[in-house]
């Protein structure tokens, strides 16, 4: 059975039956050789059987090149080698990827997995002073840094962290840091003596360390464990069936865990990454047909930037088996651009926070959704985000947290294998999201997700978020982390951030409001850089007399927001 | 209207970005890229195009555009300039 005949067994409903087949005839078929690795977890075990079976075959394409399995693999090995011969004592750690959508940000990654340690990607886009939070809160003690992150090295060494191993693979003159930061160990890419690929090293427990937006104005730290996101890969590739054929894209950034999919899976099947340019990235049309990409899976945000472009027309992608969306809600008129564009592709909605390793419910769209979920009445006009994956569990609750009727609006709690253990270093932060229910065993992270069940055989759908938590094209933005900020570097007393402008898949960016008289502006704006990335700035400062106050007593964001359409009018 | 005119307006749009970043205007020659600068990130870009079109009441085609040229403000006015030609 190939795998179109495969997709159309899936559609037709008859899903145990169709998982069951789907486990026999491929999976295993898939894996018929592997040797024990396979049983045990770890991130880095497909990527190190494809390396063996496809060692000439590639696994990636960036910057108009390929490389094939083989050489990644060896170029991660070399690396690897070095973390382990430096870092020799047990106990187990985290080394810090620097560096973006280059070969070596992704030998880098495998080189920390193959050495046993977890990774913790830094995007070298990112404010100094974040980067410098993040590194000293996860307690790295090695660092690989690649091309683009060189130019800010210094900056992040200068905020005073633990002594490092620091591999530059790109750079060989270390002499000058060596000098200026004799705590520091360095060495270059020429420090690695060659030899044959290794087997993972299977000690550590965490595979990855990834900070998301937090309130208080510091980012959290969330650890995953191998456990939890090879079960997360487990269910895709069940589900997906990539083989050694597919070509994949990868257009999350590192930092973004949804970029685990696009690497893991791909790389666990034999399949190839592509690796479009930071600009292809907002016009990918001519890329896909290019690469020929068999798997696009980005945020809805970019399928609106080429419809936007106009890139979405009929019949202008039939390369593409797969369409899959996640990060922000999808818009249903979207998902019908996006599957006429694309006709041989299955277009499918995912979600999932951080929290829940990577996405945790799916729903494949249909064209009769538009009739279904499309505009009218209080229709939310998205597509739902459908059924959780195998093995995970949802429960919809009230504020009580008890179990809501069908049909009744409530928050999204869930539970499963890839729930991961809370966040670092923070007992309360987790105690409040990370929460064992009176009755159930289980522990439930509560998503902050208000959605529906509108009736027991419909799929869930989303409707907003109980709090501050916005969207920006895929990044999840604590509104409350962006006042924390203005109201340390402006010195007012009180800076209330709204998403704006509003755009059909949610929010565009933020505007804040303060209601001081006298606040310095390029001062503010000066602060800003070294502590929010580019997404998280706000595009302006408006003050107001005196904040709008609702019936609770508390400020008035939706006011401030018809404020803000009121003038564009 | 003219390239120049289509410069002017994509100057006041992003007025509040170029006085945040403290770049002077008359700075912006026409191989300024509004990205690899700094000063705008790609939602920024997706605005700025849909303004331009709510402005002109026209739909833009970037098509064939490359995304490299697409956001240098030369390229992108002339771009514009000669789609309203055509319309």
């Known amino acids: 059975m190939d795998c179109l005949a495969i997709r159309i067994f899936v559609e037709s409903g008859s899903r145990l039956i169709a998982t069951t087949m789907l486990s026999f005839c491929c999976y295993h078929r898939a894996h018929a050789k592997t040797d024990s690795t396979m049983n045990s977890k770890h991130l880095a075990n497909g990527f190190y059987e494809s390396s063996l079976r496809y060692s000439d075959r590639p696994a990636l394409s960036i910057d108009g090149q390929e490389v094939s ?40 990654i495998l080189a920390a997995l193959f050495a046993g340690h977890g990774y913790v990607p830094l995007n070298p886009d990112f404010p100094i002073n974040r980067l410098q939070g993040m590194l000293e809160r996860s307690q790295c003690r090695s660092m690989i840094v690649d091309k683009h992150a060189l130019s800010s090295l210094a900056d992040l060494l200068d905020g005073g962290c633990q002594p490092l191993l620091v591999i530059l693979p790109d750079n ?114 001519k890329y896909i047909n290019r690469e020929q990409l068999t798997l696009w899976f980005s945020v809805p945000s970019t399928a609106l930037f080429m419809k936007t472009f106009g890139e979405l027309k009929p019949d202008k992608y039939t390369t593409l088996h797969w369409s899959l969306f996640c990060g922000e809600a999808l818009p249903v008129e979207l998902a019908n651009h996006w599957s ?92 409040e999201s990370f929460i064992h229910l ?29 709090d501050n938590q916005i969207q920006i094209n895929g990044h999840r933005v604590e509104l409350g982390e962006i006042e924390s900020i203005i109201r340390s570097v402006g010195k007012v007393d009180e800076a209330v951030a709204v998403g704006w402008p509003q755009t059909e898949n949610g929010i565009g960016g933020v505007v804040v409001f303060v209601q001081a008289p006298k606040f310095d502006r390029k001062l503010i704006f000066a602060n800003l850089k070294s502590h929010l990335p580019n997404y998280m700035t706000p595009s302006r400062i408006e003050v107001v007399e005196r904040f709008p106050i609702n019936s609770n007593g508390k400020i008035d964001r939706n006011a401030l927001i018809e404020l803000l359409a009121e003038t564009q009018k | 209207m003219t390239a120049e005119d289509i410069k002017l307006f994509i100057i006041e749009s992003l007025q509040d970005h170029l006085q945040n970043a403290g770049v002077d205007p008359k ?41 490299e040229e697409m956001t240098k403000i030369g390229s992108l006015c002339h771009h514009v300039q000669l789609q309203i030609n055509d319309e």
């Open chain 1, 69 to 108: 399995y083989g050489q990644l693999a060896h170029f991660a090995q070399g690396l690897s080698q070095q973390l382990q011969a430096e870092c020799q004592n047990d106990d187990v750690h985290l080394t810090a990827v620097f560096g973006q959508r280059s070969q070596t940000t992704y030998a880098g």
């Open chain 1, 172 to 285: 060989l003159q270390l002499l000058e840091l060596r000098e200026r930061y004799p705590q520091h160990l360095f060495r270059s890419a020429t420090d690695v003596s060659s030899s044959q690929v290794r087997k993972p090293c299977q000690l550590g427990h965490t595979a990855y360390l990834l900070f998301t937006s937090g309130s208080t104005g510091i980012p959290k730290g969330v650890k995953v464990s191998h456990e939890n996101v090879c079960h997360f890969l487990q269910s895709a590739q069940a589900r997906y069936q990539l083989s050694y054929k597919d070509r994949v894209s990868q257009t999350f950034a590192l930092t973004f865990d949804l970029s685990v999919f696009d690497l893991f899976l791909a790389w666990g099947a034999g399949a190839c990454i592509c690796v479009p340019s930071a600009k292809e990235l907002m016009k990918p049309g």
């Open chain 1, 340 to 431: 006429l564009a694309a006709p041989n592709s299955v277009v499918e909605n995912l979600y999932g926070p951080t929290e829940l390793t990577i996405a945790c419910t799916v729903h494949r769209f249909r064209s009769d959704d538009r009739l279904q979920y499309g505009e009218g009445g209080n229709k939310s006009n998205l597509v739902p985000i459908g059924e959780p994956l195998p093995g995970m569990q949802a429960m919809i609750v009230d504020e009580n947290f008890e179990k809501v009727a069908v049909g009744t609006q409530g928050e999204l709690m869930m539970t499963g294998p890839q729930l991961t253990a809370g966040y670092l270093n923070d007992l309360e932060k987790t105690g």
């Open chain 1, 438 to 466: 009176p009755d159930h065993n289980e522990t439930y992270y509560r998503t902050g997700d208000s959605v529906i069940r509108r009736t027991a055989k419909a799929p869930i759908e989303y409707i907003g978020r109980l």
């Open chain 2, 27 to 67: 700075s912006l020659t026409d191989d300024f890229d509004l990205l690899d600068s700094g000063l705008i990130d790609s939602m920024n870009f997706l605005h700025l195009v849909v303004s331009i079109e709510d402005r002109l009441g026209i739909d833009l085609n970037f098509e064939d555009l490359s995304p």
